[in-house]
Antibody, heavy 122, light 107 residues
């Protein structure tokens, strides 16, 4: 059974740092690109960052570029999101998800974790 | 960046109703569109990918259509468990972007 379990969410100060983790099991982790998506309280979904299977290629939303870094440790089947220079607007539930490919093309996000809450406030 | 506009943003419907949600995209994305369902306090669930392909395990009352810049998600006969929020997402190019969402409420 595919499982993604996020951790690391907590209350953080503006300007502070956090590292989120997403532990994966039930599939061959290196075969999948993975993504972080966030959802602010009462708001819609926002794509944050993605990384390919071997970790060599990353993408970040403009809203987090230069502050957040996505990475992965394939030896530990774990995805990370290093969050620096946190702002109040980063307050959200952060989900990790696997990228579904069909016919060599990105098709969607098929497996999701349960999410971890990051609250940025003084 | 590619913008996605969902309509309506809110929909009130009854059990058994046929419901259609539209997602308009700011530039052509072929069929690189996915639809998700999200219930309160839960992670999103992939319903449809490649615009019209039903994800494994999703009931056949859900269907997707469209290509290019206009897409629709249809629920042929709304069931009690379908009352939720629905989101479209373009996966054609980065940054991947979501529509603003459609909340489906019981009338």
């Amino acid at each position: 059974e595919v499982q993604l379990v996020e951790s690391g969410g907590t209350l953080a100060q503006p300007g502070g740092s956090l590292r989120l983790s997403c532990s994966a099991s039930g599939f061959t982790f290196t075969d999948y690109g993975v993504t972080w998506v966030r959802q602010a309280p009462g708001k819609g979904l926002e794509w944050v960052s993605s990384v390919n299977g071997d970790g060599s290629t990353t993408y970040h939303a403009a809203s987090v570029k230069g502050r957040f870094t996505i990475s992965r440790d394939n030896s530990k089947n774990t995805l990370f999101l290093q969050m620096n220079s946190l702002r109040a607007e980063d307050t959200a539930v952060y989900f990790c998800a696997t990228v579904l490919f069909q016919g060599g093309r990105r098709a969607g996000l098929d497996y999701w974790g349960q999410g971890t809450l990051v609250a940025v406030s003084s | 960046d590619i913008q996605l506009t969902q309509s309506p943003s809110f929909l009130s419907a009854s059990v058994g109703d046929r419901v259609t949600i539209t997602c308009r995209v700011s530039q052509g994305i072929s069929s690189s569109l996915a639809w998700y369902q999200q219930k309160p306090g839960k992670a999103p669930k992939l319903l449809i990918y490649a615009a019209s392909t039903l994800q494994s395990g999703v009931p056949s009352r859900f269907s997707g259509s469209g290509a290019g810049t206009e897409f629709t998600l249809t629920v042929s006969s709304l069931q009690p468990e379908d009352f939720a929020a629905y989101y479209c997402q373009q996966v054609n190019s980065y940054p991947l972007t979501f529509g603003g969402g459609t909340e489906v409420e019981i009338k």
